[in-house]
Every structure is written in C-alpha cells, then in structure tokens.
C-alpha cells in the first residue's frame, strides 16, 4: 500500500508545483524517486519529528501543501506538541502519511507497536484520520486527501486486501440473519475476513476514522442488538471509544463489546499473529467470544 | 545610512504600564528583548510585512512569554495600534500572555518553548525554495533557557546542514531561565563553539545596543546561518527587577510600579 501512495503523492507532485515532501529519514526504495524529481520540493531533515512538523508548519506558512512521512511509530507521539500548537492551533493542514499499523511490526517490540496513535490524532481540531482497509480505497486517493481542507493523518497498514472493498470510507459485509456485527480496520481485517467468507458474519469495515458518518453508520447499527468492535489499538481512545460516543448521542441501544489490546507487550512474535494470540484478538478468540455471546 | 533611533525608554514605559494595568507576568522577559526586537523590525521591510506579502520577511518569537515586550515593540513600528495594545491581558483580548497569530503581523503562535525556532527554519526553506527577488529572512528570538529544550538543536543541526544564510536566530542571552540562573540550571557555556560547531557563523553583541545588533547581522557571512548572542540583562531598565528571576511571575503592585516609571524617567 505504502508503494501505491508514494507512487501517487509522486504523480502529484508533477503536477502541483506547491506540494512539498518531508521524511524524517524514512522510506528506503520509497521516496528516492521523489528527491530525484524534485529536489527543490523534497527534504530529508533527519531523525528528528519535533523538527520535522515544525519545518512543515513553516511550509504551510508560505502556502506549500506539505507531505511528512515516516513510520506510524514516530510520527504522533514525539512530535504531539508539535501537532497541537503548530498544526491544530494554526488550522494549518498537513497531510502526515505514517507507514505500519497496530501489530505490523509485530517483532520489533514495543515501541514499534502502532497501537495508541490515531486516537491522540482524532482528539486534536481540524484532522482527519483514515486507516485504508482494502487496496482499492487507494485509487486516486492521494488527490483526494491533497486538497487539504483539514489535516489529514493517513496511517498505511502492511497488508495488501483485495478481495472486499471499494472507495467508500467503510465496507458494509452484511448478513442480517445474524444479530451481531464486528466493526473493524487495518491490517486485522485480514485475520478477521474469514468470519464473513465462511461463516456470513456481518462486518463493517473502515477506512476512514475520523470524523465518522454518523447518519450512515447509525442506519447499518440499529439493525444489529451486539457490536464487538475488533482493533489493533487501545479501546479508550480508539474506534470503540468513537462509536460508543455516537450510540450514546443518538440514543441508540446495543450492547458493544471492546476486542482489543488493554496494555503494551513486552512479547514479541515473528508476525503479528502471534501479537493477536496473545491480546486474544486472532481468529480463534473473536470466534469463541462471539460464540459465547 | 538608516536611522538606528528607536525610542527604547518608551517602550519600556509601554509595557511598565500594561503589566501593572492588567496584572499580568512576564516583565523580565519582556524588557529584556526590547533592543532585540526593534532592531529585527529595523532590518525588515515593515510594508511588506503590514500587507502580508507573500515575499515578507518572517520574524518569530520564539521566547513567546516575552508577548508584552513583543506587542509594545510592534506598537512602536506601527504594526499594532493602541487600542489594541491596551486590550492586552484582558478579557475578550487576543492579546495573551504568549504571543498569538491571532494578532495581525504576528506570524505564528508561541508559547511552548522550543517550536518558533522550527517553523522559522522551515519558513526559511520554504523563501529559500520560492526563490523570491527581494531576498527576505526569517528571524527568531529564542530564549537561553529556551535553548535546554531538545527540538532547538534539532532545527540548528538541519539550518547548519543547509547552510541557511537566510535564518537568523537571536539568542535573548539575559541568563536566567524560569526560576534560577541559566547556567545553574544547565550550562550553555561554551555557547559560542556551540553554534560554530552546528555551521553557524556567530556573533557575540550588547544585546541591548541596537547597533551593534544591526551591525552583526548586516555584515554576516554568505553561505551560513547567523546566530547573533546578545547578552542582555532580564528585567533591563527596572532596577528591582534587573537579573531577578521572580520578576518571570510577578505582577507589578502599585508602589513598585511608580518605582519602575521612576527607574524609566
């Protein structure tokens, strides 16, 4: 996926002369071609977010659209300061595009672990979030997301679905025999897609964040008494959090049911499979809570 | 040959009278970049900065408790008028205690040290990159205790790497940070050799004479950013207040202030 939107921000960039590309020293065989291209509009500052947004803040302010990438790792929490006072505060838009999602570096420990990020990112004013779920949600994306009417905080997860999806900002999987659905994004999905394929269970699949449809969404969760909302990332500030808050809004009565990490893991595993077992988020455990419910 | 004359004693007068009018902090910090400000302000193309221009040099706060003094120094060259200056620290006021871009001609919000630097930095690339004729700067006033924060050497370690000569970074060296002497607290010193071993040219001036500040920045290398020290005193011009750091958080009661406007006859 990270290719496909590079590829594209590239395309752009031939064509819109005031986007402006940051790394902070990420994106090997990814962002050469662009620092080939347009050596005028693409800089390497280092290992260094705080300077990293307050650069592109600086950009803004001489009206360039400017693009930071990095790992989804490092692009929120170092630099949150600098997001709240030089991005928010300004209402100046920026389009950060951080690589890795929830377990996606699964061996790499802890502090790679991309499991408590969009959460900060969505209580900030004036962001968007979206978390592309399936390969398709891709097309013409970058165009989509350059017209930078808010910021925007794109976090790419290493899989690559094809099989569901379009460009819609969520996939609807139904099934209304059942009573329940599972609400879910990122790389999860994958290990959650069999539940629909084999045994017709109803999902709803995002792709993008933050702000929520509400209108749409509310009319596909009134029809269901159970939601189990399945994420790679903490409950309390992440999907489960966003949704309940809706329900609650609208006066909507179901009962939802948090799967999810509660804590970060000193365990490591080869893939993230491993990372799911042991947060009893994998296939098996969401089948038997289900089961159970 | 450009007239240097700025009226330092009125300004200080300024923000006496607005710190014991709206009970606000800061004074210290405020008086002590007074020099530093109006000779940034000397150097740019005030116009250009009242209309917005695209091509305007930058200027930024970076020390953004030191708004009082900042307002009041604006308010001499004409960028804010007094009815707005006297709105300062008050109720419904977009004058706050740290700067704020909700003010005309301020260009960016400060408060939390160590970010204007950052965005100075990338204004600078950004004129660098649009390649405009009149060859503006981007200026920034840090604090010295501002200098403990990490992000600062970040953006001086990029700016000397790219070889900015136009981002010029103004230290307010007054030598008190927020409850004690600077270098009590972390030692800058050798600050100098500091910034020569970034990739800066640098010059160590009387942070409160207007001249020599000019100077040093009129006559810098070309192929260098410029780090300017200016060894300031915090509270300058106020005898109780001189080098005193309670004078980051007090407000003014009335006697100390007729002693203050006494000190500034």
Same mark, same amino acid.
């Given at each position: 996926?990270?290719? !496909?939107?590079?590829? @594209?921000?590239? +395309?752009?960039? +031939?064509?819109?002369?005031?986007?402006?590309?940051?790394?902070?020293?990420?994106?090997?065989?990814?962002?050469?071609?662009?620092?080939?291209?347009?050596?005028?509009?693409?800089?390497?500052?280092?290992?260094? !977010? @705080?300077?990293?947004?307050?650069?592109?803040?600086?950009?803004?302010?001489?009206?360039? +659209?400017?693009?930071?990438?990095?790992?989804?790792?490092?692009?929120?929490?170092?630099?949150?300061?600098?997001?709240?006072?030089? &991005?928010?505060?300004?209402?100046?838009? &920026?389009?950060? &595009?951080?690589?890795?999602?929830?377990?996606?570096?699964?061996?790499?420990?802890?502090?790679?672990?991309?499991?408590?990020?969009?959460?900060?990112?969505?209580?900030?004013?004036?962001?968007?979030?979206?978390?592309?779920?399936?390969?398709?949600?891709?097309?013409?994306?970058? %165009?989509?997301?350059?017209?930078?009417?808010?910021?925007?905080?794109?976090?790419?997860?290493?899989?690559?679905?094809?099989?569901?999806?379009?460009?819609?900002?969520?996939?609807?999987?139904?099934?209304?025999?059942? !009573?329940?659905? &599972?609400?879910?994004?990122?790389?999860?999905?994958?290990?959650?897609?069999?539940?629909?394929?084999?045994?017709? @269970?109803?999902?709803?699949?995002?792709?993008?964040?933050?702000?929520?449809?509400?209108?749409?969404?509310?009319?596909?969760?009134?029809?269901?008494?159970?939601?189990?909302?399945?994420?790679?990332?903490?409950?309390?500030?992440?999907?489960?959090?966003?949704?309940?808050?809706?329900?609650?809004?609208? +006066?909507?009565?179901?009962?939802?049911?948090?799967?999810?990490?509660?804590?970060?893991?000193? %365990?490591?595993?080869?893939?993230?499979?491993?990372?799911?077992?042991?947060?009893?988020?994998?296939?098996?455990?969401?089948?038997?809570?289900?089961?159970?419910? | 040959?450009?007239?240097?004359?700025?009226?330092?004693?009125?300004?200080?007068?300024?923000?006496? =009278?607005?710190?014991?009018?709206?009970?606000?902090? #800061?004074?210290?910090?405020?008086?002590?970049?007074?020099?530093?400000?109006?000779?940034?302000?000397?150097?740019?193309?005030?116009?250009?900065?009242?209309?917005?221009?695209?091509?305007?040099?930058?200027?930024?706060?970076? $020390?953004? #408790?030191?708004?009082?003094?900042?307002?009041?120094?604006?308010?001499?060259?004409?960028?804010?008028?007094?009815?707005?200056?006297?709105?300062? #620290?008050?109720?419904?006021?977009?004058?706050?205690?740290?700067?704020?871009?909700?003010?005309?001609?301020?260009?960016?919000?400060?408060?939390?040290?160590?970010?204007?630097?950052?965005?100075?930095?990338?204004?600078?690339?950004?004129?660098?990159?649009?390649?405009?004729? /009149?060859?503006?700067?981007?200026?920034?006033?840090?604090? =010295?205790?501002?200098?403990?924060?990490?992000?600062? *050497?970040?953006?001086?370690?990029?700016?000397?790497?790219?070889?900015?000569?136009?981002?010029?970074?103004?230290?307010?060296?007054?030598?008190?940070? /927020?409850?004690? /002497?600077?270098?009590?607290?972390?030692?800058?010193?050798?600050?100098? =050799?500091?910034?020569?071993?970034?990739?800066?040219?640098? $010059?160590?001036?009387?942070?409160?004479?207007?001249?020599?500040?000019?100077?040093?920045?009129?006559?810098?290398?070309?192929?260098?950013?410029?780090?300017?020290?200016?060894?300031?005193?915090?509270?300058?011009?106020?005898?109780?207040?001189?080098?005193?750091?309670? *004078?980051?958080?007090?407000?003014?009661?009335?006697?100390?202030?007729?002693?203050?406007?006494? =000190?500034?006859?």
């Amino acid at each position: 996926m990270r290719n !496909e939107i590079i590829d @594209q921000i590239h +395309k752009e960039m +031939k064509i819109d002369k005031n986007i402006f590309f940051l790394t902070a020293d990420m994106g090997i065989n990814l962002v050469e071609k662009i620092e080939i291209d347009f050596p005028d509009r693409f800089l390497n500052v280092g290992i260094a !977010e @705080q300077n990293l947004i307050g650069v592109a803040s600086g950009l803004i302010n001489l009206n360039f +659209k400017v693009v930071v990438y990095t790992i989804s790792n490092f692009l929120v929490h170092r630099c949150f300061e600098q997001l709240r006072n030089d &991005i928010s505060l300004h209402k100046k838009p &920026i389009l950060m &595009i951080g690589t890795s999602c929830g377990y996606d570096n699964a061996s790499l420990g802890p502090t790679h672990h991309v499991i408590d990020d969009w959460g900060y990112v969505k209580n900030l004013p004036n962001f968007e979030v979206y978390c592309p779920s399936n390969i398709h949600y891709l097309d013409n994306l970058a %165009k989509k997301l350059l017209n930078l009417k808010e910021s925007i905080y794109l976090r790419i997860p290493k899989i690559n679905i094809d099989t569901i999806g379009s460009q819609k900002d969520y996939e609807y999987l139904s099934n209304e025999k059942y !009573e329940n659905i &599972i609400l879910t994004y990122g790389s999860i999905v994958e290990e959650i897609l069999p539940l629909f394929k084999i045994n017709g @269970q109803s999902l709803l699949v995002f792709n993008k964040l933050h702000p929520l449809d509400k209108t749409s969404i509310l009319k596909i969760l009134k029809n269901y008494k159970k939601i189990f909302i399945v994420e790679e990332h903490f409950s309390s500030n992440g999907l489960y959090d966003s949704i309940c808050k809706m329900l609650i809004n609208s +006066k909507l009565c179901a009962e939802v049911v948090s799967v999810a990490p509660k804590d970060y893991n000193l %365990k490591i595993g080869t893939n993230n499979k491993f990372l799911f077992e042991l947060n009893r988020i994998d296939l098996t455990s969401i089948k038997n809570l289900i089961e159970k419910n | 040959m450009k007239s240097l004359d700025v009226d330092t004693k009125k300004i200080r007068n300024r923000i006496v =009278d607005l710190i014991y009018k709206s009970g606000a902090s #800061h004074l210290g910090s405020s008086l002590s970049l007074i020099e530093i400000l109006s000779t940034i302000y000397l150097l740019v193309d005030l116009n250009k900065i009242k209309d917005h221009a695209p091509d305007r040099s930058r200027v930024f706060i970076s $020390k953004g #408790h030191g708004a009082c003094g900042t307002y009041s120094v604006m308010n001499y060259f004409g960028l804010i008028d007094d009815i707005e200056l006297n709105t300062y #620290h008050k109720n419904n006021s977009y004058l706050s205690g740290h700067v704020s871009h909700a003010v005309s001609c301020v260009e960016h919000s400060t408060g939390a040290l160590g970010h204007g630097i950052s965005v100075c930095l990338g204004t600078a690339i950004g004129i660098k990159t649009k390649k405009f004729q /009149s060859n503006p700067l981007s200026l920034v006033v840090c604090g =010295d205790g501002e200098l403990q924060e990490g992000s600062v *050497w970040e953006t001086l370690m990029l700016a000397g790497h790219l070889k900015l000569n136009n981002f010029i970074v103004f230290i307010d060296y007054n030598k008190i940070s /927020s409850i004690k /002497s600077t270098n009590e607290v972390v030692n800058l010193e050798p600050l100098e =050799d500091k910034f020569l071993s970034f990739g800066f040219e640098t $010059k160590n001036v009387d942070g409160h004479n207007i001249k020599e500040i000019y100077d040093a920045v009129t006559n810098r290398a070309e192929h260098k950013p410029l780090a300017v020290i200016c060894n300031t005193i915090k509270g300058k011009g106020v005898s109780f207040a001189e080098n005193e750091p309670v *004078w980051h958080y007090r407000p003014l009661n009335k006697e100390l202030y007729i002693k203050a406007k006494d =000190d500034l006859k």
